[in-house]
Nanobody, 125 residues
């Protein structure tokens, strides 16, 4: 059974930093691209960032580029999202995702088939 468990969310002030973690089990982590999504109540879940199975390619949504950094540690089956210079607009539930069979390096924002339960990030102004 695939399990993705996020942690590291919390309540911070604008300008602060958080580091989210995603612990994966039940899958061959090193062979799968991974990603982060976020969702605010009443809005559609949106793509935040993704990282290829080798770590050689990273992709970021424009609003977080330069502030967020995605990374992975395949020896620990863990993915991270370092979030710096947080803004109130970053407030959301952040979800860890693992690529499904349709994921492609040519379209790294889609094709994720496994999801965690989410971790809340709240940024006050």
């Amino acid at each position: 059974q695939v399990q993705l468990v996020e942690s590291g969310g919390g309540l911070v002030q604008a300008g602060d930093s958080l580091r989210l973690s995603c612990a994966a089990s039940g899958l061959t982590f090193r062979m799968l691209a991974m990603g982060w999504f976020r969702q605010t109540p009443g809005k559609e879940r949106e793509f935040v960032s993704s990282i290829s199975r080798s770590g050689g390619r990273t992709t970021y949504e424009d609003s977080v580029k330069g502030r967020f950094t995605i990374s992975r540690d395949d020896s620990e089956n863990t993915m991270f999202l370092q979030m710096n210079s947080l803004k109130p607009e970053d407030t959301a539930v952040y979800y860890c995702a693992a690529a499904g069979p349709t994921w492609s390096d040519s379209a790294p924002r889609s094709g994720f088939g496994y999801w965690g339960q989410g971790t809340q990030v709240t940024v006050s102004s």
